[in-house]
C-alpha cells in the first residue's frame, strides 16, 4: 500500500525537541527533516515526489491491509498505529523520537524508532525505507551491513540498523513476520545493544519522560485530553538546543486549495514563539519560557538598538532567503517553498511580542535563572524601538507582501511593550523608569484611541484612519488595552463577528491582499474570537464554538492552520502552534474550576 496522493492532514506528530517526523494512518513516514526541523526532508511523502511514487516515505506494509486505526499512547508523543487485513492478520507499530533524562541531560538523538509486532494471524510485511536527499531531487548511495544500511548523500549519512533480515529490508521483500522486529533510523553510528532490546527500552524511558512531564501540567478541569495534547504538540515544536519555537514542523501545505499560498514555516517567528510560551506558562509548564528567554537574548543582542526581523532561524540566522525547489507539493499543490521573505518584512508588534514573551519572567519566583536588571535594561531597548515604530506603516501581523499601512494591531503591541516595561521597572523598584515607561505607554493608547477607532464603523479597525476589519484586533482585552467590558470593545467584537464570521469559523480579514480574497478560516482568530466572546459575556456561545474547534481536529486531536468552514477540512501548515495555542487557551477560558468539585 502506498501513500495516497489526495490523503488529508490525519497525520500523527512525534519528535523530541530535535527533530520531528509526521506519520499516516498507514503508519507511513511521509515528513522528517534532518539534521533538525528546518533541514533536508530526507522522507517528503507528504509534498510528493520526484521520482518513484514510494520514494521519500518510509513504509511498513501489511500484505493485503484494508483498515487501520491510531493513537497516541495516553499522555506521551508515542503513536500506534494498528493494521489489518481481512484475513485477520494484523501487526501493531509504535513511533517516537527517544527523549528522555540520563547521566544528567537529556537525551534527544536525531533519530526515529519504529518497532513493529504481530497482533494476530500471521502477518507478511514489506519495509519500505527510501529516505532522499535534496529535497528528493537526489538518490543516496546505499551501503550494507550485517545488520544496517547506510543512507550517503548531501553532506549527511543516516543508518537504519534493525534485527529484521537486512537482505529483506534491502530488496523490500515481504516476509513473515514471526515475532517483533525494531528499527532504528538516525545517525551513521553502530548500537550498543541489540536493536530490540535498546529500542525497547528507549520506549519505556521514553514514555515515562512524557508522562512525568504531562503530571506537572496545570491543567483546567473541562478538556483535559484535548489540553494535553496540545501542550505536547507546543513541547515538541520546540528546539530545545537554542530555545527556539517554530511555527509548524512543515513547508508548503497550501493555506486553500491552488491558492499559491504556501509557505515554510519551519522558523521562530517571534509573534508566534509568545503565544506559545504564554499558553504553556498557564499550565505552569515554564522550562520553555526559560529556554526561549535565552534565544531571545541572543536576539537583543544581535540587532542591538535597531531593527528587530519578525522571524529568525532556529540557530539565530537572520536570512532566510525564499526559493522553491522541485517537489509536486501536497496534492500537487505547489509551489514548494524553503526560506521565507517575511524576514525582509517591517512587522512592528515585534517588540511587543518580545517584551510580553519575557515579562512573566520578571515576576515568578520559580524560575531557576531568575532575570535581573541587566535583562531589563536589554527589554528597554526594544521598547525605545516600539515606541520608534508605533505610528510608522509595516507589513502588519498578516505579513503583506505589497502593502504598507500604520496597522492597528502594531501599535497594540508596541503599547504592550511600554506598557510591560512599566511594570517590569516598579518590580525592580525603579519609579523614575517606571514613569518614563508608563508616559510612553499612555502616548500610543492616546494615538490608537484617536486614530485606530472608526467611530462611523462603531469599532476598532485594520489600519490608521482605516474602514476595514481585522481579526487581531480581537488582542485588545487580551493584552489589556481595555477593559473586556469597555462599550468599544464590546461593539468591536460584534463588528468583527458580523463581517469576519463564517458559520463558526472566522477569517482574518475580509479585503483582497496579495493572492486575492482569503477562501478559508484562519483557526487562531476563531480562537481570539472565542475568548472575546467568553470574556464580554457571552460563554455559552463561545463553548459551543470551542466546541466546533474540537471536532475539527484529526483523529489525533492536532490542527492545522485553516479550516475550511463548509467541508471542515484542513488546510495549511501542520500542526500549526498558533491552533494548537488555542486549544489551550479556550479550555483554561472556558472550563469550571476545580472549586466545583468541592
Request: glycine content about 8%; charged content about 25%.
Amino acid at each position: 500500500m502506498t501513500l495516497d496522493r489526495k490523503a488529508s492532514l490525519d497525520l500523527a506528530l512525534i519528535g523530541n525537541c530535535s527533530i520531528a517526523a509526521l506519520v499516516d494512518r498507514m503508519a507511513q513516514v511521509v515528513w522528517m527533516c534532518l539534521p533538525r526541523f528546518d533541514g533536508d526532508p530526507v522522507f517528503h511523502g507528504l509534498l510528493g515526489t520526484c521520482s518513484d511514487e514510494c520514494d521519500g516515505l518510509f513504509a511498513i506494509e501489511l500484505e493485503n491491509a484494508c483498515r487501520s486505526e491510531q493513537s497516541y499512547q495516553e499522555n506521551t508523543a508515542v503513536v500506534v498505529t494498528r493494521i489489518f487485513d481481512d484475513a485477520g492478520n494484523a501487526i501493531e507499530i509504535t513511533d517516537f523520537a527517544p527523549r528522555f533524562q540520563t547521566k544528567g541531560r537529556m537525551f534527544r538523538p536525531t533519530a526515529l524508532v519504529r518497532r513493529v509486532r504481530p497482533l494476530s494471524g500471521h502477518p507478511r510485511i514489506r519495509v519500505r525505507c527510501r529516505p532522499r536527499f535534496d529535497y528528493g531531487a537526489r538518490a543516496p548511495e546505499v551501503t550494507y551491513g550485517s545488520n544496517h544500511m547506510r543512507f550517503v548523500g548531501n553532506g549527511q549519512t543516516v543508518r537504519l540498523t534493525t534485527n529484521a533480515s537486512i537482505t529483506y529490508v534491502r530488496d523490500e521483500t515481504p516476509f513473515l513476520l514471526d515475532g517483533p522486529v525494531s528499527f532504528y533510523f538516525g545517525p551513521d553510528e553502530s548500537l550498543t545493544h541489540h536493536p530490540e532490546t535498546l529500542c525497547r527500552e528507549f520506549e519505556e524511558e521514553t514514555v515515562l519522560h512524557w508522562r512525568l512531564w504531562t503530571r506537572r501540567l496545570g491543567l483546567p478541569l473541562d478538556y483535559q485530553e484535548a489540553v494535553i495534547r496540545a501542550a505536547i504538540t507546543l513541547k515538541l515544536c520546540t528546539y530545545e538546543e537554542t530555545g527556539a519555537i517554530i511555527a509548524a514542523v512543515t513547508t508548503s501545505i497550501p493555506e486553500a486549495a491552488n491558492s499559491g499560498r504556501n509557505w515554510d514555516y519551519r522558523y521562530c517567528w517571534l509573534r508566534d514563539a509568545f503565544f506559545v510560551v504564554r499558553a504553556l506558562n498557564s499550565l505552569s509548564e515554564m522550562e520553555t519560557m526559560e529556554n526561549y528567554l535565552r534565544y531571545i537574548n541572543n536576539i537583543a543582542s544581535m540587532t542591538g538598538s535597531g531593527h528587530v526581523q519578525p522571524l529568525y532561524g532556529i540557530a539565530l540566522e537572520d536570512r532566510l532567503i525564499e526559493t522553491t525547489v522541485g517537489l509536486p507539493g501536497y496534492r500537487g499543490m505547489g509551489p514548494v517553498r524553503v526560506g521565507n521573505q517575511a524576514y525582509e518584512h517591517f512587522q512592528h508588534d515585534v517588540y511587543g511580542n518580545i517584551v510580553l514573551g519575557a515579562s512573566q519572567a520578571f515576576f515568578d519566583k520559580r524560575l531557576l535563572r531568575q532575570p535581573g536588571v541587566d535583562d531589563f535594561e536589554r527589554l528597554e531597548v526594544i521598547g525605545e524601538r516600539a515606541f520608534a515604530m508605533h505610528d510608522q506603516p509595516d507589513a502588519g501581523l498578516w505579513e503583506l507582501r505589497t502593502r504598507a499601512r500604520v496597522h492597528t494591531s502594531s501599535s497594540l503591541m508596541c503599547w504592550a511593550a511600554c506598557d510591560r516595561l512599566a511594570k517590569i521597572a516598579r518590580q525592580f523598584d525603579r519609579r523614575e523608569r517606571a514613569l518614563f515607561w508608563q508616559e510612553r505607554a499612555d502616548t500610543i493608547r492616546s494615538v490608537i484611541l484617536s486614530r485606530g477607532w472608526n467611530a462611523e464603523t462603531n469599532a476598532f479597525v485594520e489600519s490608521f484612519e482605516g474602514r476595514d476589519l481585522d481579526a487581531s484586533l480581537l488582542l485588545i482585552a487580551e493584552v489589556g488595552f481595555l477593559s473586556p467590558q469597555d462599550p468599544r470593545f464590546i461593539a468591536t467584537v460584534e463588528r468583527i463577528g458580523e463581517t469576519l464570521r463564517r458559520g463558526k469559523h472566522l477569517f482574518r480579514y475580509h479585503a483582497a491582499d496579495d493572492f486575492g480574497a482569503p477562501e478559508n478560516a484562519f483557526n487562531i482568530c476563531t480562537f481570539w474570537y472565542i475568548d472575546a466572546l467568553a470574556r464580554i459575556g457571552r460563554k455559552d456561545e463561545a463553548r459551543d464554538i470551542y466546541e466546533t474547534m474540537l471536532a475539527c481536529r484529526n483523529h489525533v486531536g492536532l490542527l492545522s492552520e485553516d479550516t475550511n468552514p463548509v467541508t471542515g477540512e484542513m488546510w495549511g501548515n501542520f500542526p500549526q502552534t498558533y491552533s494548537m495555542v488555542g486549544i489551550i487557551n479556550g479550555a483554561m477560558r472556558l472550563s469550571d474550576g476545580w472549586e466545583s468539585l468541592v
